[in-house]
C-alpha cells in the first residue's frame, strides 16, 4: 500500500443518484433496538446492517 495517493485526477462518479433511495417506513421501536445493538456489536451503523 502506498503511503500517499494522487486524487487530483479524480472524477465523481455518475451514478451517484442511483445507489440510493430514500424511503420512509415504520419499523417497531423492539425492532430498531435489536438492530442497533447487533450494530454497535459489529462496529457499524445500524442502518448498514440493515440495508445489508
Not at 423492539?30 to 445489508?52: M, R, S, W
Amino acid at each position: 500500500m502506498r503511503k500517499e495517493y494522487d486524487f487530483t485526477n479524480i472524477k465523481p462518479n455518475p451514478n451517484i443518484k442511483n445507489l440510493w433511495k430514500q424511503i420512509t417506513i415504520r419499523i417497531d421501536v423492539d425492532t430498531i433496538n435489536f438492530f442497533k445493538k447487533q450494530a454497535k456489536e459489529v462496529g457499524i451503523i445500524y442502518h448498514n446492517l440493515i440495508n445489508g
